[in-house]
Each structure stands twice: as C-alpha cells, then as structure tokens.
C-alpha cells in the first residue's frame, strides 16, 4: 500500500502543469526571468524583425496556455530589422524610385527640387545617397525633380547696358546685346526678349537691344555757295537745310549763302536741320532821263 502511495504522488509531482508566462513584447531579460520563476526552461530564437532589439515578439507555447513544470518555452526574440543598402534610383521615375526603395525594405519621404540636368518627376538623388548601409526601415529622402528653376524676367529697358546686364545676371539670367540706332540716348536699352513679367527657367537668356543713338557728322562749309549747291552739299551727308533770306547789297551775295547755323565743323546728329542765309539783293530806284524828284 505505500509503495502504490508513492508511486501515485510521483506521478502527479511530474505532470505538474503551471501557467505560462505571457511575456511578448517584453525584453528578453525580464521574460527569462519570469519564465524561470515560473519554473520553466528557456530556449531562445533571434528573427529579423522592426521590434527593438532583444524583445520578445513571439512565445511557444503561448502565454496563458499550461505547461508541464520545467518544460522549455521556445521564446523569439528580435535581432533587429537587419541591415540594407540604399539602391541607386537616380534618374528613375517617381513612381518607380519609390517602388525600388520600398521594395528595399525602406520608407520614403519625397521632396521636390529645381534641376537643369533631371527631368521633371524624376529622381534626382536620396539621402542618405544610394549604396549606403542603413537598417531596414530607415527613412530615406528621395529629391524628385521640378524642372529648372523658374523665374520672372526683370524691366530693364531706359538702364544703361552695364545696369541692365547686372541686374539681369543676378536674377540668374544669361545676357546677349544687341546695336541699334534710334533717338535714346546712347548706351540706353531700347528692348528686351523676353519682356518684362515672363517666367522663364533659370539660365535662359535676354537679349537686350541697346541704342548707339544718331550718327554724328560733321557740317560742311557752305557760306559762300549758291543756295543751290549749298543745298545738295547739306543734303548729301545727311543734313536738312532750312532756307532763310537777308537783304543784301552787294549783287555778288545775290542767292548766295552768307551766313549757316550751326557753322562748319560742328558735330550735329544725321537728320539735323541747319540753317542757310540767303543773300536777297535789294532793289535800288532807277530814274528814267528828263524825270525830276518832287523836293
């Protein structure tokens, strides 16, 4: 009879059934201990996972399950997310950059940024750049092209050359000038392609047309000429004559030119008028013979 007694009590003693800790999500410290409190053995499995490093993300069995005393829980436990490298995307489109990155193990965040030499919506570079070691799940900065940089032609017509180029070139504007006589002032923008208020992309360029203002020539000595000759030697180097009349005496100064303003050797603009006085003989009474003057 004692012999059955003891046979029956260590029989219950080595089926003994204790609960099962729940210890998921706790760290692997603290979950060993309250397994072995509890009377368990542990037997640990490193995964890949998101969830800090060494904490529990899996238990067999389950936590709240029975178990026999001193049996092993099998406990997973995370060894981080692992290790990747940034994939090269430049020059991908959005979409398809995206796609790589993600298909890496990676988060995106997608920033836009102006570029002469990337398409618009196209991956221009990531940061961190591609080939770098980051741990899967990092966050990485994909820039996507908006094209190049617009900005608003500036009014520089009335500036002198040397202005109008300056402010031009600090709006990051390339410069090509062009000659053309007129009426303003010399050294003057006359025009400008693109006028003002157009949006163009960064690096374009405007081209000015800067006035020379009107050929200067010289004026010719005509005092002494007949009106006539003096007429076609203003006209032939680009001067309008304007004829005006002064009694003279003298019948050698009869239809000549006596007097020109401006006078010889001034530098006028092309187009100027200039002045001749013609000499007008004045008449003389004449007394036919026999006739008397009334005292």
């Known amino acids: 009879m004692g012999v059955l007694l003891y046979l029956i009590l260590s029989g219950l003693l080595a089926t003994e059934k204790r609960e099962v800790p729940r210890v998921t999500g706790k760290q692997l410290v603290e979950a060993r201990a309250l397994m072995e409190r509890a009377g ?5 499995e490193r995964v890949q996972s998101r969830q800090p490093f060494d904490q529990v993300v899996d238990q067999d069995p389950n936590g709240g399950e029975e ?16 290790d990747v490298l940034v994939p090269p995307v430049e020059r ?30 196209f991956a221009i570079r990531t940061v961190p750049p591609e080939g770098t070691e980051v741990t899967k799940g990092t966050r990485v900065r994909l820039l996507v092209s908006q094209g190049p940089e617009q900005v608003t032609v500036p009014d520089v017509t009335g500036l002198t050359r040397a202005s109008a180029e300056a402010r031009l070139r600090d709006e990051g504007l390339e410069v090509s000038a062009q000659e053309q006589e007129s009426d303003v002032a010399e050294g003057d923008v006359i025009s400008q392609n693109p006028t003002a208020g157009t949006r163009v992309s960064r690096g374009a360029t405007v081209t000015i047309v800067v006035s020379t203002g009107k050929p200067q020539v010289d004026v010719p000595d005509v005092v002494g000429m007949s009106e006539e000759r003096a007429t076609s030697r203003l006209s032939g180097v680009g001067l309008s004559p304007v004829r005006q009349e002064r009694t003279v005496t003298d019948p050698a100064q009869d239809g000549v030119v006596i007097e020109q303003r401006p006078g010889a050797g001034t530098q006028v603009d092309e187009g100027r008028e200039v002045v001749i006085v013609v000499g007008v003989l004045k008449e003389t009474d004449t007394l036919e013979p026999g006739t008397q003057t009334t005292p």
Not at 100 to 121: C, I, R, W, Y
Request: proline content about 4%; aromatic content about 4%; charged content about 30%.
């Open 40 to 44: 368990f053995e542990v037997q640990t």
């Open 67 to 82: 178990a026999d005393k001193g049996s092993t829980v099998t406990l997973e436990v995370s060894g981080g997310p692992g």
């Open 92 to 121: 991908l489109s959005e979409v398809q950059a995206v796609r790589e990155l993600h298909k890496a193990g990676l988060e995106v965040t997608t920033d836009p940024e102006f570029s002469d030499k990337v398409k618009k919506d």
